[in-house]
């Protein structure tokens, strides 16, 4: 997972994207 995190450019609203990882799914948070 922190590799995951590590490609993931940081949330402009400041929340963990772990959170949204959980919450959305991946291809969720990649697409947007």
Do not use: Q
């Amino acid at each position: 997972i922190s590799n995951l995190r590590r490609k993931l450019p940081e949330r402009r609203d400041g929340h963990p994207w772990f959170k949204t990882l959980r919450g959305r799914g991946y291809l969720m948070v990649s697409a947007s």
